[in-house]
C-alpha cells in the first residue's frame, strides 16, 4: 500500500517506512530497527547492541544460552494429541498444532531438558512462545509436570523460563485444569525442599503467570518483559483504564513488589549460578 | 469435514451462546441466596489483612446440618446496586488473599472449606494487576491443593478462567446443571482467538462452555439437577438437592482421613484435563 501522505506517528518511527530488503544474514532489531548481522546477534544472546531490546528466543536456544556447553540433554517426552474439544477457530486444532510444529520444529510449548547451570544439574523447562503463542495446554502441563516429576526422583533444582498468552483457548476448561496440574508439580518440587527459580521473559500472561511462573520461589524477569493476568489491550477495553507508564512492564512489576529482579539476558547465568549455590543444599550431589 | 450450511451454524452459535445466558439469568440464586438456603449463623468475616477487603468474595463460618464449615464464595449480586458494588462477581486480589486467609483459618480450627464459584473471571484492571492478580490466584491455588481438611467447591452458574479455579480446585467439584464452566468467557476467548468479543456466539459454540464438558473431562464429578427452565423456577427443590450432595459428600471425604484426602485429591489434578471427549 502506497501512503500518499504520513502522518506524525509515522514520522515519529524510529525506523524508516519502507524497510530496505534485508540481505540473507541480516536481521533488525524489533525493539528500534537497527540492522544487525544474524551471527552476532545470536552470539549476544538475540540482546540488540544498539538499544539492548531483548529479542525472543526458541526455547531449545533458551536452553542452551542457559546450560553448560554441551550438558544439554533434551527430555525424552511422549506428546500425545489431545483435542478434547474438537476445536475449530478457523481451523481444525490438531491442523493448527501440525502448522505450529512445522513452524518452530518443537513438538509442544514446552520443552524441557537436564542440563547443567554453572556446575549444578538442574531441569529446565522452556517455553516456545511461538507455539501457538506459548499456550498451555494438556500437553504443555504434562511436559511440565513431567519435568517437575525428574527434577523430584533425581533430587535437582527446577528453572523454568516462561512465556506465554495464557492458557489454550481450543482446549477450553481441559487448558484451564492445567493451572491446577502444574500448581501440584510445583507443590511436590517444594515439599521435596528443592528450589524452584522462573525466569520471566516477554510476554507472560494469563493462566501460566497465574499458576507456575508466580508460584516459584525465586522470580526473576528480563528487561521491558510484558507480564500480568489480563492483557493491556483487554484492560484498556474492559475497564477503560488509562493505563500507567510502563505498566505490566518487568520493572514495573519490581517496583511493585511481585517479582525477585529485572535481570539482563547477559546476567541470567550468573545469578542463576549463585542462586542454585545458595539454595541448592537439599539437591543430589552428584552430576547426572 | 461434514457439510453445514451458514443458517445451521449460526443455529447453532445462537444455542450455544443462549445456554450461557441462561447461565447468566439474573434471577438464578447468587451465593448469598445460596448461603441463606443452605447454613445457619453464617457469620462473614472480611478483609484480606494486607490491602483492603474484597466485595465480590465472601468468607466465613457457617454450620451445614449441624456441623461447622468455612464457607468461601463469589457473589455476583442480585440488583443494579449490589451487582455493582460485587463488580459482578470478580475479584480482585484481595478477594484471593482474603480467601487464603480463611482457608487457613479452616484450616487451624478443622472446618472444611466449602467454595461457591459464581464469576465471569476475575477482575482485569489496573488496581488489580499492580497488585498481583496473577499472583494472588497462584498462590491461592497452592494453599487449596495443600489443605489437609476436606474441600468441596459447587460451580453455581458462571465459572471462567483462574478466576474461578482459584476457588475449585477441590477434592470433590459439583455444579448446578445449567451452569458453566470454561477457561474464559466467551468474550475474551472471541477476544484473543479473532480481535472480536462480537464473535461471542462462535466462541460459546466452540468452547463447548456446558458444564457437562467439565464432568466428562472428570473435573466435575456431579451435577445438581435443574428443573426446565432452570434453577431460577424452583430454587428451593435445587437448594435441597445441594445440601443433600454436599452432605454425602462430606461423610465420604470425612471418612477418609486427612493423607488419603490429600493425596487423592493430588493425583486427580496430576492428570487434569487429559481424558479424551468422544
Known amino acids: 500500500m502506497v501512503r500518499a501522505a504520513t502522518g506524525t506517528a509515522d514520522r515519529a518511527r524510529p525506523y524508516p517506512l519502507i524497510r530496505p530488503i534485508l540481505r540473507p544474514g541480516l536481521g533488525s532489531c524489533e525493539g528500534c530497527g537497527a540492522r544487525h548481522l544474524q551471527e552476532r546477534f545470536e552470539r549476544a544472546l538475540q540482546v540488540c547492541p544498539a538499544c539492548g531490546h531483548h529479542g525472543r528466543v526458541p526455547a531449545p536456544v533458551r536452553i542452551e544460552q542457559l546450560a553448560d556447553p554441551g550438558t544439554v540433554a533434551p527430555i525424552a517426552a511422549m506428546v500425545p494429541e489431545r483435542d478434547p474439544l474438537r476445536f475449530d477457530d478457523g481451523m481444525a486444532y490438531p491442523d493448527r498444532l501440525r502448522a505450529a510444529r512445522e513452524a518452530t520444529g518443537q513438538s509442544e510449548a514446552m520443552l524441557t531438558a537436564r542440563a547443567s547451570l554453572g556446575g549444578t544439574t538442574v531441569v529446565i523447562a522452556s517455553m516456545e512462545f511461538d507455539f501457538l503463542g506459548g499456550s498451555l495446554g494438556s500437553a504443555a502441563g504434562a511436559l511440565f509436570a513431567a519435568g517437575c516429576d525428574l527434577a523430584v526422583a533425581e533430587r535437582r533444582a527446577l528453572v523454568a523460563v516462561c512465556t506465554s498468552g495464557g492458557a489454550r483457548m481450543q482446549e477450553g476448561i481441559a487448558a484451564l485444569a492445567q493451572l491446577a496440574r502444574c500448581t501440584a508439580a510445583v507443590a511436590a518440587v517444594a515439599d521435596a525442599g528443592l528450589p524452584y527459580l522462573a525466569v520471566l521473559a516477554d510476554p507472560c500472561f494469563g493462566g501460566v503467570t497465574a499458576s507456575f511462573a508466580a508460584q516459584a520461589d525465586v522470580i526473576l524477569a528480563e528487561p521491558g518483559a510484558r507480564i500480568g493476568f489480563a492483557g493491556g489491550r483487554v484492560i484498556e477495553q474492559a475497564a477503560r483504564d488509562q493505563l500507567p507508564d510502563g505498566f505490566q512492564k518487568a520493572e514495573f512489576l519490581l517496583s511493585h513488589g511481585m517479582i525477585d529482579a529485572v535481570v539482563s539476558r547477559t546476567e541470567l547465568r550468573p545469578i542463576l549460578t549463585t542462586l542454585l549455590r545458595a539454595y541448592g543444599g537439599r539437591c543430589a550431589r552428584v552430576p547426572a | ?278
Not at chain 2, 201 to 228: H, Y
Not at chain 2, 234 to 254: E, S
Open chain 2, 1 to 278: 469435514m461434514t457439510a453445514v450450511s451458514s443458517r445451521d451454524l449460526t443455529e447453532a452459535e445462537d444455542a450455544a451462546f443462549a445456554a450461557v445466558e441462561l447461565a447468566r439469568h439474573p434471577q438464578r440464586p447468587r451465593a448469598l441466596d445460596v448461603i441463606e438456603h443452605l447454613f445457619d449463623d453464617w457469620t462473614e468475616l472480611r478483609g484480606d489483612r494486607l490491602y483492603g477487603d474484597d466485595p465480590a468474595m465472601l468468607g466465613g463460618p457457617a454450620l451445614l446440618d449441624g456441623r461447622w464449615v468455612m464457607v468461601l464464595a463469589q457473589e455476583k449480586g442480585s440488583d443494579a446496586m449490589s451487582r455493582a458494588l460485587r463488580n459482578f462477581g470478580m475479584p480482585h486480589p484481595e478477594g484471593y488473599r482474603k480467601a487464603q486467609r480463611l482457608m487457613r483459618q479452616a484450616e487451624r480450627f478443622q472446618l472444611p472449606v466449602l467454595c461457591l464459584v459464581d464469576t465471569p473471571a476475575a477482575h482485569a484492571g489496573v488496581g488489580a494487576e499492580e497488585r498481583g492478580q496473577a499472583w494472588a490466584i497462584a498462590e491461592t491455588l497452592l494453599v487449596a491443593l495443600r489443605l489437609r481438611v476436606p474441600v468441596i467447591s459447587t460451580i453455581l452458574s458462571e465459572g471462567g478462567s483462574g478466576g474461578a479455579l482459584a476457588l475449585a480446585l477441590a477434592d470433590r467439584v459439583l455444579a448446578l446443571e445449567n451452569a458453566v464452566y470454561t477457561v474464559a468467557p466467551p468474550e475474551t476467548c472471541a477476544a484473543i482467538l479473532w480481535r472480536d468479543s462480537g464473535q461471542r456466539a462462535r466462541a460459546a459454540l466452540a468452547l463447548r462452555p456446558g458444564v457437562a464438558t467439565a464432568l466428562a473431562l472428570g473435573l466435575v464429578d456431579e451435577l445438581i439437577p435443574e428443573p426446565s427452565p432452570g434453577v431460577h423456577a424452583h430454587p428451593t427443590l435445587v437448594m435441597a438437592a445441594l445440601r443433600g450432595a454436599l452432605v454425602r459428600h462430606l461423610d465420604q471425604l470425612d471418612a477418609l482421613g486427612a493423607e488419603p484426602r490429600m493425596s487423592l485429591r493430588r493425583s486427580r489434578y496430576r492428570s487434569a484435563g487429559d481424558p479424551v471427549l468422544n
